[in-house]
């Protein structure tokens, strides 16, 4: 019982964490003039039609494959593109890195990738239960970041999971956080924007934190049982 009200204390710590350090970020972006460049590129991918949010999911994918932090990536595209296509784009975004970070590990680099994790105790046992369970181990590790993204990305390349069931399960399990982060992005940016609080979009925020909460808590259920 202990146990489990401290694994909720935890989970709601991060829950206030991440508002706070995206409201962080956005008010930096504000203070520095960012806002109106924000603007001046927005407006341009606007004009450009489909172009635009299609260089942002290549620019999003080369920044996944070249293991830089993704995070920004996903706030940006909250603030520049709104809740719904943002949470597309962002998606498209975060599975093409993931298809090719997995890729080339599978196919290219993966003697450089092995040497990287071979101390990593973990990532050991990941490699032996993927054979048994590939498509619930992807989808848990997904939810409960034991390995961070772009760490998973090239590490499952080594594995014996087959592409379809990483594809699939790496595309579903990674919706309910970007969810969160650009739902989050887009409430902040218009609150900023507008001066007025987006009530539809703080709620819809707040039911994404529930159900990750719900979702990730699951999650660390299963990795205890398979002892991860």
């Known amino acids: 019982m202990i146990k489990e009200k401290n694994s909720n204390s935890r989970l709601t710590w ?12 956005l008010l930096f972006c504000h203070f520095l003039g960012l806002g109106g460049r924000l603007g001046q590129l927005r407006d341009w991918i606007r004009r450009t039609g489909f172009l635009g949010p299609v260089v942002f999911i290549f620019i999003y994918a080369i920044v996944a494959v070249a293991a830089l932090p993704i995070f920004p990536m996903s706030i940006a595209a909250g603030s520049m593109f709104g809740s719904v296509l943002g949470i597309i784009v962002v998606s498209l975004g975060t599975t093409l890195g993931a298809i090719l970070s997995f890729l080339a590990s599978r196919y290219f680099v993966g003697e450089d990738v092995e040497t990287w994790l071979s101390n990593k105790e973990k990532f050991r046992r990941l490699y032996d239960l993927t054979e048994k369970r590939g498509a619930i181990i992807v989808a848990v590790t997904r939810l409960v970041p034991i390995f961070p993204y772009t760490l998973l990305n090239y590490g499952f390349g080594l594995t014996k999971v087959h592409f379809k069931t990483y594809l699939f399960w790496s595309w579903l399990c990674m919706i309910p956080a970007t969810v969160v982060y650009v739902i989050g992005a887009d409430a902040v940016t218009k609150g900023l924007a507008e001066r007025r609080i987006p009530w539809v979009l703080v709620a819809i925020f707040i039911i994404a934190i529930i159900l990750i909460t719900f979702l990730v808590r699951h999650a660390r259920a299963v990795l205890k049982e398979e002892d991860l």
């Not at 829950?15 to 995206?22: H, R, S």
């Open 14 to 25: 991060k829950a206030v964490l991440l508002v706070l350090v995206i409201i962080s970020l």
